[in-house]
């Protein structure tokens, strides 16, 4: 029995459905539609949040029983398969597809699904491996129980487009290879099983697995890549609310530059070492530190990170002269400036990752885009959980537009933000906060023509859907708002009260 997760996780199941035997062993992954929120264009295994119709952990909290029931109905409704022998043995085929109908369309109920499972002892052939659970950079975090199956013999794989759009059958080690040629996308827990999955020993994988997600629960940084040669590592910061911790990423798989190792705690330092030093072992090089800005909540565990790796950090100017004590510079990088990743995770040659001048949020800000697949460590230019504060006068909201404007005239693949996961088709990501900035500056715009003129009287109107808990913060990017108006003639300023020039 797994410890309770906190009731903020969405409790699901997933399973490692798979065909064939060693050379031939194939595990069968599911496209996700594009539009989905969560994890929309990706393969997974076939999977979801568990149901009341599931059931209820048994009353000293084991959860094994409802958990499995979850995995069980997942897999038939999205693919027809069902492996309960039991349940096979005691219905026809004709039965087991009205059911599947039933549960595909919620508005007919799933009385029959729970006549069904009344004929099921817990086949064995449905077994629970290992969990996972999302680390806390997601603002909805999933506690998952995994289970594998093999395919029953005269069954196959049906999808019924929805929130699925395809599915396959893939060799673990040929699903990984597409993924590090940027032909698919795969989320990054199916990533972590695919890869001990590769040798082809079923019971090897459940072992290996198992230990890996043991580590994970233990305290261990997960491996989570959304896309090749980036590790997101999520560390616990003093940063602003929603957020509570701040992205370091490990980019190249040769040649490894740590971005932002932001934390300042010295149990969050050991955590990225023992993920650096697990990398080393595999036989890449730690290359040195780069920083995105100097905020607070972005180095603080760059002196650190130096001193065990003896590197120095590579920043823009600006931001080298404003680090914390201890950190050994490099050469400063500015607008363009390419840094040598070696191979990229498919072999190519050439693979390089850019700087990109973006201030706005700060006078020093870079972003660093890599050349293969185009990901864009974007610091704290976006977020996928909150909005970018802009704190006058570090902060200035026409320059940050601007570069936001220039950011989105690239072609982006992965977005990784500072804050938040990271999300395929960045570009959307910036023309939706382009959009953002845009109705924020109207609804400024309009409530100066109502009279409005002080910060205090224009938050609430201006940041009415803002949690008012937050309205300290949002009062800064307001004046932000405000200093953008004035610089282009749309208001002016007088004390403490600001009006429209019309």
């Not at 999933?142 to 759009?165: D, H, K, N, R």
Request: hydrophobic share 40%; charged share 25%; glycine share 8%.
């Amino acid at each position: 029995m797994s410890p309770k997760p906190a009731k903020s996780n969405r409790i699901a199941s997933a399973i490692v459905l798979l065909r064939g035997q060693g050379p031939s062993l194939e595990v069968y992954l599911a496209e996700r539609a594009p539009q989905l929120r969560f994890f929309g264009g990706y393969h997974a295994f076939i999977g979801g949040v568990r149901e009341p119709i599931d059931g209820r952990d048994d009353a000293d909290g084991d959860d094994r029983t409802a958990m499995r029931n979850c995995a069980l109905r997942e897999l038939f409704e999205e693919t027809g398969v069902l492996v309960d022998a039991d349940i096979l043995a005691a219905t026809t085929p004709e039965q087991r597809a009205a059911v599947r109908r039933d549960l595909l369309d919620l508005e007919t109920g799933t009385e029959r699904w729970n006549e069904l499972l009344t004929h099921s002892s817990g086949d064995a052939r449905l077994r629970e491996f290992c969990r996972i659970t999302t680390p806390p950079f997601a603002p909805v975090r999933y506690a998952t129980a995994f289970f594998v199956a093999e395919l029953p013999a005269g069954q196959e794989p049906e999808i019924v487009s929805g929130e699925l759009v395809g599915g396959g059958w893939w060799n673990a080690a040929a699903a990984l290879e597409a993924w590090r040629r940027g032909e698919i996308q795969i989320v990054p827990p199916a990533l972590i099983l695919l890869e001990c999955l590769a040798s082809g020993d079923v019971d090897r994988f459940c072992a290996e697995a198992k230990a890996r997600t043991d580590r994970y629960a233990a305290g261990e940084l997960h491996h989570v890549r959304f896309s090749p040669g980036v590790l997101l590592a999520p560390l616990e910061t003093p940063t602003i609310p929603p957020a509570t911790t701040t992205n370091c990423l490990l980019v190249g798989t040769e040649s490894i530059w740590v971005i932002d190792p932001a934390s300042h705690d010295a149990t969050e330092h050991e955590r990225l070492f023992a993920m650096c030093d697990e990398l080393t072992r595999d036989g890449a090089r730690i290359a040195g530190v780069l920083s995105t800005h100097h905020h607070p909540d972005h180095v603080g565990g760059i002196a650190a990170v130096c001193r065990r790796y003896d590197v120095e950090v590579r920043a823009h100017e600006i931001t080298l002269a404003r680090l914390p004590d201890g950190c050994p510079h490099g050469e400063p990088l500015a607008d363009g400036d390419r840094i040598d990743l070696g191979r990229a995770p498919d072999g190519s040659d050439g693979w390089e990752l850019e700087a990109l001048f973006t201030p706005g949020h700060d006078r020093g800000h870079l972003c660093f885009r890599e050349t293969r697949y185009g990901a864009l460590v974007a610091g704290d230019m976006v977020s996928t959980i909150s909005t970018i504060m802009i704190d006058p006068p570090e902060g200035h909201l026409a320059t940050y537009v601007g570069s936001l404007e220039r950011l989105a005239a690239l072609s982006i693949g992965t977005l990784y933000p500072a804050h938040g996961p990271a999300v395929r088709e960045g570009n959307r990501v910036l023309d939706r906060f382009l959009t953002h900035r845009r109705a924020r500056e109207e609804s400024l715009v309009a409530a100066l023509a109502t009279g409005l003129g002080t910060i205090e009287e224009l938050v609430p109107v201006v940041y009415s859907d803002t949690d008012p808990r937050m309205h300290a913060y949002a009062s800064r990017s307001l004046r932000a708002g405000l200093d953008k108006l004035c610089e282009e003639g749309r208001a002016r300023q007088q004390g403490d009260r600001w009006s429209a020039i019309v």
